[in-house]
Each structure stands twice: as C-alpha cells, then as structure tokens.
T-cell receptor
C-alpha cells in the first residue's frame, strides 16, 4: 500500500518568503508527527497531531512555524518569513496509534537563499 | 527533557564483519527505543525496536540490547553486506502517560561496508 507522501520534495525560497509543506499520511493513521532534520544531524521533533488535535507543539522553533491538520488526515507545515537557518529537510511521520511504529515520508528539502 | 547520545559517528567494516552502534539516554521514563536506517534522499526506515520490558530482541542479522539500569542500548548487525551501508539513528520515546508522542534521536552513525 501507499506510504507517507510529502510534497514538494524540494523547495527553494528566498529569505522572507512564506512556504507551505504538505504531508499525506498513511490512510487511517490517527497520529502525525513533523520533524526537522538539519544536514548531518538526527531528526528533531517539531509537533504532534492526534487526529485533528495538535497535542504537542513544543518543538516549533518560533512563531513563524505553524502546522495544521484540519480534517485529521492531510497536514500542512507553514513557515512564514523564511530565514536561512530554516534550511533543512522536513520529515513527516504517521502511526496507527499513540504507541506504535512511526512511518516516515521521504521529506521535503527546504533551501532558503 | 530527554537527551540521546550515539557513538560512533562513523563506522567502517569489511563485508561479513559485525557492526555495533551504541546509544545512551538520560530520561529513565523513556520506554521505547527504535532504530532507523536512512539512505540518501530517503526518510528514516524502522529496522528494529525494543520496549523497556525486554532486554534483547533479534531479527535475522540484526539485534538490539537494552540495559535500563545503565540507560544504554545497542544495535548489532552481523554478517554485514554492502547494502547495509547507510546512516543509522537510535531514538528514545518520550511522551505522556500510556505511551510516547515524540522520538528523541541520536546524531546518527554513518556505516560503510566495504566489499
């Protein structure tokens, strides 16, 4: 079956632009996570959704970062007024329950010039 | 909060040898420890995981051990093959009651298996 998909796979933005990154989780998965992976580092947690409820957003680096999952399936991570330090791979993961394996998508590589 | 340290950062072995990667964690409340393999341009893929009520788990050439007292866990790959070459990440599950809601990752180990 289809895994987690993310779009776009690559995004180049000029500093100050807004970007929106999309995640399509595995169908039926109630839990959805966003992680940020800097070059040569491990993924770092950004935020967590259970269905449409955002239960944890402790990892969002600033108020320029905003995530939503309005219908409990597709999620969008929005970054406003992008900065060079936002350049990273943004990974989305989903799982079938609160305590289950997380399946990762291929990520979106964001480059801010 | 939880902190996970991973060693070594790079590991080079000959095909057929064993590879061992070690991780330590700080939060004794963590109870889930997955290992992920990440190939270039792809997302992390779970290869094995262990929960805190188990000391060891094996799946073919891959095994993981957990020492809760010392707060460390290790990945063992036997009979390595060139296709095992990738970056490996350990992680610890930290979250609310009844489970976890986020993973704290180590910095990764780049494994190279030479034919």
């Amino acid at each position: 079956g289809a895994g987690v998909s993310q779009s776009p796979r690559y995004k180049v933005a000029k500093r100050g632009q807004d970007v929106a990154l999309r995640c399509d989780p595995i169908s039926g998965h109630v839990s959805l996570f966003w992680y940020q992976q800097a070059l040569g580092q491990g993924p770092e947690f950004l935020t967590y959704f259970q269905n449409e409820a955002q239960l944890d957003k402790s990892g969002l680096p600033s108020d320029r970062f905003f995530a939503e999952r309005p219908e409990g399936s597709v999620s969008t991570l929005k970054i406003q007024r992008t900065q060079q330090e936002d350049s990273a791979v943004y990974l989305c993961a989903s799982s079938s329950g609160f305590d289950n394996e997380q399946f990762f998508g291929p990520g979106t590589r964001l480059t801010v010039l | 909060g939880e902190n996970v340290e991973q060693h070594p950062s790079t590991l080079s072995v000959q095909e057929g040898d064993s590879a061992v990667i070690k991780c330590t964690y700080s939060d004794s409340a963590s109870n889930y420890f997955p290992w992920y393999k990440q190939e270039l341009g792809k997302g992390p893929q779970l290869i094995i995981d262990i929960r805190s009520n188990v000391g060891e788990k094996k799946d073919q050439r891959i095994a993981v051990t957990l020492n809760k007292t010392a707060k460390h866990f290790s990945l063992h790959i036997t009979e390595t093959q060139p296709e095992d070459s990738a970056v490996y990440f350990c992680a610890a599950g930290e979250g609310g009651s009844g489970g976890y809601n986020k993973l704290i990752f180590g910095a990764g180990t780049r494994l190279a298996v030479h034919p």
